[in-house]
Nanobody, 124 residues
Framework: QVQLVESGGGLVQAGGSLRLSCAPS????????MGWFRQAPGKEREFVAA????????YYADSVKGRFTISRDNGKNTVYLQMNSLKPEDTAVYYC?????????????????WGQGTQVTVSS
């Protein structure tokens, strides 16, 4: 069974940093585009960042542009989300997702596989 496993979440003060990791089990995802989404309590899941399967192209939500960086290491079969200058409004469960076909990077329904999520809490 294919599974994406996120790690690296936790509690951090505003202005701090965290690095999330996503590693699949059951198969490799070197030829999949990868994305990060988040969902805060009472809100819909929203796009955060995505990276093409070659890692050449990256995409960001306006709310995180300049603070977050998505990257991938296909040799390690791992995707990362480096989060700097964190704000309380970044508090959410963060989900990793994999997309096989060339659909919209920004839309959750485009993605074929999802992780269980990792909690990120930013205190003020």
């Amino acid at each position: 069974q294919v599974q994406l496993v996120e790690s690296g979440g936790g509690l951090v003060q505003a202005g701090g940093s965290l690095r999330l990791s996503c590693a699949p089990s059951g198969r490799t995802f070197w030829n999949y585009a990868m994305g990060w989404f988040r969902q805060a309590p009472g809100k819909e899941r929203e796009f955060v960042a995505a990276i093409s399967w070659r890692g050449v192209s990256t995409y960001y939500a306006d709310s995180v542009k300049g603070r977050f960086t998505i990257s991938r290491d296909n040799g390690k079969n791992t995707v990362y989300l480096q989060m700097n200058s964190l704000k309380p409004e970044d508090t959410a469960v963060y989900y990793c997702a994999a997309m096989r076909t060339g659909s919209s990077y920004y839309t959750a329904s485009s993605y074929d596989y999802w992780g269980q999520g990792t909690q990120v809490t930013v205190s003020s």
